[in-house]
């Protein structure tokens, strides 16, 4: 099911109400959920339209968020205009030279990239999150990779035991959820939703995007979800100095490594559950192209000391050709 990119019928007026009557709406992109984005142009100024029209939900923490991080000196969207009935926010525009792209295209340019998204992060995890976030933590650790015997499972054949799944988990993250929760997780946080704003210097080039979802949870998390991205590959090496760099500015609590690594682990288990999901329910199938590079992310997780029960329980459990080579015909 293509996902079909035309505005709203309330945008016009909306955007009309607010002064931009002389705009033209066009499309700018849609993502995993519901939300779809468009670029709104008039003769000398440019802003984007969000469309949460079937999410509305999702608007008020988007808001508390965007005014949270730009009080705290981050780059995220200034909110020019909102219609919290009909879904739609008016929002600053970043422009189109994203993180994703720019590395892509010049990987030269990863390091110095990366350091500087890496600082974001340590800066933000020295401001106490806002108030009203829940907490990602063990159980919702537990229930969200209960997504890959829900979903991952079926589509490749295997009725997977989700009872010692659920306890070779329990068994790494219980503890690193005592380590505790106490930074405010962007959550979906990774190089597609950076843009790197034109005329900005130092942390406030990087702008950030899509986090509604934030929570209060762990500081290894975004981190990793960064460095381990489900949509290019991150250079080993270069991953190594960011977690590195990371530990040295940050100071964390002995056993952040550790908390990484099986975070990691838990992350992309997620989301090859996430990815067949999207798939199957939702009618995106391109999302079966990012399955071979989440299963080599896995592995990799896997095999780091804190993760051995799970180690133990995906050999047991998944044959290697469940794994990457089931999705190669589809890979990027």
Request: aromatic content about 10%; hydrophobic content about 45%; glycine content about 6%.
């Amino acid at each position: 099911m293509a996902l079909v990119m035309t505005p709203p019928d309330s945008a016009r007026p909306f955007v009309d109400a607010h002064g931009w009557s002389d705009a033209e709406i066009v499309p700018l992109a849609g993502d995993a959920s519901p939300r779809k984005y468009f670029r709104v142009v008039a003769s000398d100024r440019v802003a984007v339209l969000m469309d949460a029209t079937q999410e509305k939900e999702a608007l008020t923490p988007f808001i508390r968020m965007a005014e949270w991080l730009v009080v705290n000196g981050f780059s995220a969207p200034r909110i020019l205009a909102r219609d919290l009935e009909e879904g739609l926010l008016l929002i600053e525009d970043f422009g189109s030279v994203r993180m994703r792209e720019t590395v892509d295209a010049d990987v030269s340019l990863e390091r110095e990239i990366y350091s500087g998204i890496t600082d974001v992060l340590v800066e933000l995890h020295r401001h106490t999150p806002p108030a009203g976030l829940n907490t990602h933590g063990l159980a919702q650790w537990l229930d969200e990779v209960g997504l890959f015997t829900e979903w991952y499972g079926p589509a490749v054949g295997l009725d997977l035991d989700a009872v010692s799944f659920r306890a070779a988990w329990e068994a790494v993250l219980a503890p690193i959820d005592a380590q505790g929760q106490s930074v405010a997780e962007l959550r979906d946080f990774h190089a597609e939703n950076v843009m790197l704003v034109e005329g900005k210097q130092g942390l406030s080039r990087f702008g950030l995007l899509d986090f509604q979802d934030a929570l209060v949870g762990h500081s290894a998390y975004d981190l990793v979800s960064m460095l381990e991205d489900a949509r290019r590959d991150v250079t080993p090496a270069v991953e190594a100095e960011m977690l590195a760099r990371y530990i040295a500015a940050a100071k964390p609590a002995p056993g952040f490594e550790e908390a990484y690594w099986a975070l990691g682990a838990q992350r992309n288990t997620r989301i090859l559950g996430v990815f067949v999901r999207l798939w199957k329910r939702d009618g995106k199938p391109h999302y079966r192209q990012f399955q071979p590079r989440m299963w080599g992310l896995l592995e990799r997780d896997l095999a780091h000391p804190v993760n051995a029960p799970l180690k133990a329980w995906f050999d047991a459990h998944v044959p290697a050709q469940k794994r990457a080579p089931f999705w190669a015909e589809y890979a990027a």
